[in-house]
């Protein structure tokens, strides 16, 4: 009997009664018997047996939502005799590999089931983002003094951290200094021993915490009389279990001291221990040097705000500076090498030698930086202003044109279609006459008169193109027909002119276009003071 086949959506991982695979997508993902109810496959539609017309079961425990795993596994259980919950002890014949337990739990239906799962819940926007800062709790004051009180017993290690680094940058031990130093210089050159870190700082804990618990224990035993040890070694030894629970019990009744979180980070226990007293010291001391710091940055602030456009561009291009310069010495020297100079500087600057040096030194290192930092600032002012001037101030070039003409001679008048009389150096834009013209728009006029240029060369504005030429009398410049190949000279002709035949004269005579260059400088308008 054939199938009534219709297309499902189905809105839980599904599995195909022909293949046993797992239904994909999110929509349409299979099809389905509305007679039978068999689930399958597009593609394995063709291959399932006829419908039998048996409606299969809606139970959530069927093998449409049920995965083939877990039903070998529910078969399995069923097969298992009772006596089969006693845990066995597990032996390493009946185990496999890890590789292979991992394998397995990769290739499972299990697995995948799962990343389904994980790419429908990254999908649901209505999920917070980080679960640690949707649910901090709101405030309250019986919780913030808890835990105001909390942290104050509890902050000594941080301070006692950080005063130990200080003492061991001071050289106060000098062996453990020299001992630190050298482990530095060691990771330095070579990196991945900073992975050892770990493992000797727990190595260090638990020697320092063996020792001084031991010690202490043969203190107390040397301290009691003899007779009482006397009296002990006659009492009966007890199990292990006893003693243990003695010991532990003996431990506990001593304040915790050689508790294991106690031992590596002691808290204080009351509010008037002096450890109590001293982090609060501490943590006064550091919250005024926080705020002092704060300040100090706030206080710098205006020189990145833009209030003073002239300072902040300033900083933008040294840091500019600074940045391209770090780059080209981080590709050229090893940032290993960079960190193991910048600590040794730091030890050896931090010896009783050369602090009392530089205590003395200062105020003369100050007075050299200074002079240095004025230099530096000046020469940097003096090239600001002159890239000022440049912006501010520009020169504005004016060429005269004049064409020959036989009878006339060199007059101000051109070919039709053709350059006019005052243009630039292309003649492609024609101006007005030199005393008629006004300055660019936004700017005035420097200089009272226009200034004949006689000495070259000339440059293309245009095109940033220098183009050399030697202007003869009055500044003229001689061209062919077209405005170009300039001649070099007055005297170097009229010297050539006389050796030449009158053919040679008339092809030399071809320069009947000539023209000369004026300039005026003018000054960008300074904006209107409100």
């Known amino acids: 009997m054939p199938h009534s086949i219709e297309e499902t959506s189905f809105n839980r ?27 399958s496959h597009h593609g394995c539609q063709k291959d399932i047996a006829p419908c039998k017309n048996e409606k299969l079961s809606e139970n959530m425990s069927t093998h449409h939502t049920d995965s083939p795993a877990a039903k070998s596994l529910l078969r399995t259980l069923q097969k298992q005799p009772a006596s089969s919950n006693i845990q066995a002890i597990p032996t390493p014949n009946n185990h496999t590999s890890s590789f292979t337990k991992v394998k397995k739990m990769v290739t ?28 901090l709790p709101p405030l309250n004051p019986q919780n913030t003094a808890k835990n105001f009180s909390r942290f104050v017993s509890r902050c000594g290690p941080m301070f006692a951290f950080r005063d130990n680094v200080i003492l061991l940058l001071s050289w106060n031990k000098p062996l453990e200094t020299l001992t630190a130093l050298l482990i530095y210089c060691l990771i330095c050159l070579h990196p991945k021993l900073a992975l050892f870190i770990p493992y000797l700082i727990l190595f260090e804990i638990i020697i320092s915490r063996y020792n001084k618990r031991f010690e202490n224990d043969k203190k107390n035993n040397e301290s009691k009389p003899n007779e009482q040890r006397q009296t002990d070694s006659l009492k009966p030894r007890k199990s292990h279990s006893a003693s243990t629970a003695t010991t532990g019990a003996t431990v506990n009744s001593s ?22 007293l001293k982090n609060m010291q501490n943590l006064q001391n550091m919250m005024g040097e926080m705020s002092d710091l704060y300040d100090l940055i706030a206080s710098m602030g205006h020189y990145v705000d833009w209030s003073s456009e002239k300072v902040t561009m300033q900083i933008f291009q040294t840091a500019l500076i600074s940045f391209f310069s770090m780059s080209i010495v981080i590709w050229f020297i090893p940032l290993n090498i960079i960190c193991l100079v910048a600590g040794l500087s730091l030890f050896l600057l931090n010896t009783r030698f050369a ?17 240095q930092l004025n230099s530096v600032v000046q020469w940097y002012s003096q090239i600001e202003k002159k890239m000022d001037d440049q912006m ?15 009878g006339s001679g060199f007059i101000p008048h051109t070919l039709p279609n053709e350059r006019g009389l005052w243009t630039d150096m292309s003649g492609a834009i024609e101006f007005k006459h030199k005393e008629e013209l006004s300055a660019p728009k936004g700017y005035h006029w420097v200089e ?8 070259g060369p000339w440059v293309n504005e245009a095109l ?13 410049v001689y061209t062919d027909n077209n405005w170009e190949n300039p001649r070099n000279g007055n005297a170097a002709l009229n010297d050539r002119m006389t050796s030449l035949t009158d053919s040679d004269k008339i092809t030399e005579e071809k320069h009947v276009t000539r023209r000369r260059k004026w300039i005026r400088k003018c000054e960008r308008n300074l904006p209107d003071k409100k």
Request: glycine share 6%; proline share 5%.
């Open 108 to 135: 499972s239906e299990e697995f995948q089931d799962m990343l389904v799962s994980a790419a429908i819940h990254s999908t649901d926007t209505n999920q917070p983002t980080n679960e640690y800062l949707a649910n």
């Open 464 to 476: 940033g193109i220098e183009v050399a030429v030697i202007p003869e009398n009055g500044g003229w």
């Open 448 to 455: 009272d008169n226009w200034t004949l240029d006689t000495t």
């Open 392 to 406: 501010n101030t520009k020169e504005l070039s004016l060429y005269e044109n004049q064409r020959w003409w036989s």
């Open 13 to 39: 991982p599904t599995y195909c009664d022909h293949c046993q695979g797992l239904l994909w997508g999110f929509i349409r993902q299979g099809v389905k018997c509305s007679d039978c109810g068999i689930i």
């Open 255 to 276: 304040t915790n001291r050689f508790s294991f979180t106690n031992s590596i980070f002691p808290a204080a226990s009351d509010e008037a221990s002096p450890e109590y």
């Open 355 to 371: 602090k009392f040096v530089l205590k003395e030194m200062l105020p003369q290192l100050a007075e050299i930086g200074q002079s």
